[in-house]
């Protein structure tokens, strides 16, 4: 592993699991656990269970399970590794890179997010207690926009009043000069001196996933160029894989499995105010393929790209259409992404759209979104005359290099016929040019996919109601041991003797054994990692057990450890009697194995009369 054991112990000791959830999803106290909706599957009612004592979370609708670590992996899409480096900059923990020695500081990082925390709440109060004429300005425009209540408090709005004031400010708090301008919140003059970067604008911060504030973007107020200043890049910002509003909208991308990207700030607030709370936008950039890959994280089902209906707009659709390739396709399986697009009316952007027309007419879009293939094989037949011979020729070819980077599909295939019905022609004519066309170089989607790529299905076989019993019973024992590493211990023994019925959890009772023995004061996070490096599903299964009120904990674990000890006495019986039926046995060797099967019939009959259910 890159990454020191030491390291890793270190950072999970600093996340707290609760904290962590409740950045992404409203968690509430149940007794000592926490409870949430899973943000893996959409649910109304919470089935998410949050153990704050073991750090541990597992879902009983839908099986995810696991430690901090698991809960960033799967809901950022990322490796072990990342994760644990993600964690540590939340935490502010340098760690160590065992491949090479050197220490991977994320101390520099941590100092510009600070001075961006900082810029964000400065601007924050001057926008909402400023008393200037300018400060007021920008108050009566997000009024005007609807922005105003608690709108401005939400999405931390601020007003840049310039004059250096950030400057002056941020000098007071330590933050050195240097520092504001690696962070892109002030610029250094020719002359030596430094001035704020933003003046007179209404502030948008741009938060990354984590919630953290790592750059801005202002909007002038009344007349003025550019319109709209962002950031410029920066150690913490790269607009090509940063979007805006995303910290709030993921959970809900990942309920619902569907995004919706827009073009501006506003608008992003518009529909999450109104109840669309799916929205992001990118940032003064075209939508790049990061950008997608980023959203297929989170959006299992659909990403909707919602054009403004003016010339802006339209041209970003024709930049979309370079996103076609096979990734849309059905042979590309698991890893396809749904690419859909719309376009709003009457050259409306989302926020005025909703003003206008209400959010009910806005999901009925987003909701009759065509395919971006047939949204861009439509845009190009509508530029052309199909009242005409070589109109409708031309209009052929313009379609069909839409269809160009996926021509060998059978999708592309389907596509060409249907154009043939729209177009009037031969549809052994539409596939011949298709075949003929020439397809361009298409992005490589095949990382995006490596996080995501599953364990091969285990094959299907039928098992008896007393084999499925059995089973859950061996599922049970382990995932409590798991759980309470001091009963564990006690229990080795009976663990290591156990004829596991289902392989997997015999995998996990040795994991279990194995990460005991080497460490007993593990804990059971640890554990659970430990188990996951060797069976994609341990996480699930390992945190899936709980224990009702008021039970027993020692007896429960107690009973089913004798459950399958009983269970393993009466599957010897079977493979003795069997014997019996051997005809190369022996006289004397039938009478021993004979002998044999009374004394365990007893010693099982005593247990079962002594053994009584708890379960």
Not at 60 to 82: A, I, L, Q, R, S
Not at 152 to 180: D, I, Q, T
Not at 308 to 337: C, N, Y
């Amino acid at each position: 592993m890159a990454i020191s054991d030491e390291d890793i112990q270190k950072v999970r000791e600093a996340t707290d699991l609760v904290a962590l959830f409740g950045e992404r999803v409203p968690v509430r106290q149940r007794g000592r656990d926490f409870w949430c909706c899973c943000p893996f599957h959409n649910e109304k009612t919470p089935s998410c269970k949050i153990d704050p004592s073991t750090q541990l979370w597992h879902c009983f609708g839908c099986g995810e399970g696991g430690d901090v670590f698991g809960f960033v992996m799967k809901m950022d899409d990322v490796n072990f590794p990342d994760a644990v480096r993600m964690l540590a900059d939340r935490a502010h923990i340098d760690i160590v890179d065992d491949r090479g020695g050197n220490r991977v500081s994320s101390s520099k990082k941590a100092r510009l997010r600070e001075v961006c925390g900082e810029t964000c709440a400065f601007y924050h109060e001057q926008l909402m207690r400023g008393k200037s004429a300018e400060a007021d300005a920008a108050r009566s425009y997000l009024g005007g926009r609807g922005f105003g209540g608690k709108v401005p408090k939400k999405w931390k709005l601020g007003f840049a009043p310039g004059r250096s004031m950030l400057v002056r400010h941020l000098s007071s708090k330590g933050f050195k000069y240097e520092e504001m301008v690696e962070a892109n919140v002030a610029v250094q003059r020719d002359n030596g001196r430094v001035y704020d970067r933003f003046y007179d604008r209404v502030m948008f911060p741009i938060f990354d996933p984590q919630g953290e504030c790592i750059a801005f973007g202002g909007r002038v107020i009344g007349d003025g160029e550019p319109k709209y200043l962002n950031s410029q890049e920066t150690p913490l910002f790269h607009k090509s894989n940063v979007l805006y509003g995303l910290d709030k909208a993921k959970a809900a991308m990942t309920a619902t499995g569907t995004a919706i990207i827009v073009e501006g700030y506003t608008d992003v607030i518009a529909l999450h105010e109104s109840g669309i709370e799916n929205a992001v936008a990118t940032l003064g950039t075209a939508l790049t393929i990061q950008h997608v890959r980023i959203i297929a994280r989170h959006a299992s089902k659909r990403i909707v790209y919602l054009f403004d209906g003016d010339a802006a707009g339209q041209r970003a659709a024709d930049r979309a259409l370079g996103f076609i390739d096979e990734s849309m396709t059905p042979e590309a399986g698991k890893t396809r992404v749904e690419l859909c697009a719309v376009t709003l009316p009457d050259d409306l952007d989302p926020a005025d759209f909703v003003a206008k027309r209400g959010v009910d007419e806005l999901r009925e879009l987003v909701a009759g979104a065509k395919p971006l293939i047939a949204y861009g094989i439509d845009r190009r037949l509508a530029a052309h005359d199909l009242s005409s011979a070589a109109g409708r020729t031309r209009a052929m070819a313009d379609a069909l290099s839409v269809l160009a980077p996926i021509k060998g599909s059978v999708l592309a295939k389907d596509y060409a016929v249907q154009l043939a019905g729209k177009l009037m022609m031969r549809e052994q004519d539409v596939l011949d040019a298709l075949a003929a066309v020439k397809a361009p170089r298409v992005y490589d989607r095949a990382e995006a996919g490596d996080a995501q790529q599953a364990a091969q299905p285990e094959p299907q076989v039928e098992i008896s109601p007393a084999e499925r019993s059995r089973r859950r019973f061996e599922r049970r024992l382990v995932s409590l041991l798991a759980q309470n590493p001091s009963i564990a211990l006690e229990h080795a023994d009976s663990l290591a003797q156990t004829q596991w019925h289902d392989p997997t959890n015999g995998l996990l009772a040795q994991s279990i054994l194995e990460t005991l023995a080497a460490n007993p004061s593990a804990t059971p996070a640890q554990i659970v990692a430990n188990a996951s490096a060797k069976a994609p599903r341990a996480a699930g299964a390992l945190t899936s057990a709980g224990v009702q009120e008021n039970e027993d904990l020692a007896s429960t674990i107690a009973f089913l450890i004798e459950e399958l000890e009983i269970g393993d006495m009466e599957q010897t019986l079977i493979s003795m009697n069997a014997q019996l039926k051997d005809p190369e046995l022996s006289a004397d060797e039938r009478e021993l194995v004979f002998a044999a099967i009374v004394e365990l019939q007893k010693s099982v009959t005593a247990k079962r009369a002594a053994h009584k259910p708890t379960l």
